[in-house]
């Protein structure tokens, strides 16, 4: 069975400090995963995706993940938040027809 | 640019009315989606169609029906409204290759009195 959980539901980091959002997921075995932004009032964005090849993912808007295995983790990271990046961040883990959404993390960015 | 595109932004109904949501896709996409989404629960899949007059149930499809009469188009209809299925409504769509990313539309908020 397939499964995602984000470890926090909010996360609040000043502007211009690294953001970190965490993922872990399980799997029976190598599925997809994705991080998609939504911002207030607006459908889902997709930031990012991994499907096998490349283990550090760059995503848009300077934000990448990296997938590690061995943790079975998907956590997503940017270097230097902005303002704009405030709104809420959901991982996806895909196995052929079976997409799982996380309950998503709500990024708060402090002036 | 993929475009998904929803009937309506918000919607507001009555109790025991009839309710479609209209989701159209311009990429030729077979898989499309209907999900709500509520806060602290995320996205749960109602229902998935993978081709024209095909539908497969998500997690939660009680209340719901869909309809794909046309590849481009799919219709999420609840028969008679409740007050618990006020909700954001999010359609996708994703062509029919595994791992393929998910286009969303920009959702319909609908409020059931």
């Known amino acids: 069975a397939q499964s995602v959980t984000q470890l926090d539901s909010h996360v609040s980091v000043s502007e211009g400090t690294p953001v970190l959002l965490r993922c872990n997921y399980s799997s029976s075995y190598s599925p997809s995963l994705f991080w998609y932004v939504q911002h207030p009032n607006k459908g889902l964005q997709l930031l990012l995706k991994?499907?096998?090849?490349?283990?550090l993912v760059k995503g848009i808007n300077g934000f990448e993940a990296e997938f590690k295995k061995s943790e079975t983790s998907f956590h997503l990271t940017k270097p230097s938040a902005h303002m704009s990046d405030a709104a809420e961040y959901f991982c996806v883990v895909r196995r052929d027809d079976k997409i799982i959404f996380g309950k998503g993390t709500r990024l708060h960015i402090l002036p | 640019d993929v475009k998904v595109t929803q009937s309506s932004r918000y919607l507001v109904k009555r109790t025991g009315e009839k309710v479609f949501l209209e989701c159209v896709q311009d990429m030729d996409h077979e898989n499309m989606f209907w999900y709500r989404q509520d806060p602290g629960l995320g996205l749960r899949l109602i229902y998935f169609?993978?081709?024209?007059?095909?539908?497969e149930k998500g997690d939660i499809p009680e209340g719901y029906s869909v309809s794909r009469e046309k590849k481009e188009r799919f219709s999420l209809i609840l028969e008679s409204a409740s007050t618990n299925q006020t909700s954001m409504y999010l359609c996708?769509?994703?062509?029919?290759?595994?791992?393929?990313?998910?286009?969303f539309g920009p959702g319909t908020r609908l409020l059931v009195l």
């Open positions: 991994y499907t096998s090849a490349a283990t």
């Open positions: 996708a769509s994703s062509s029919q290759y595994r791992g393929e990313t998910q286009y």
């Open positions: 169609s993978y081709d024209v007059k095909m539908k």
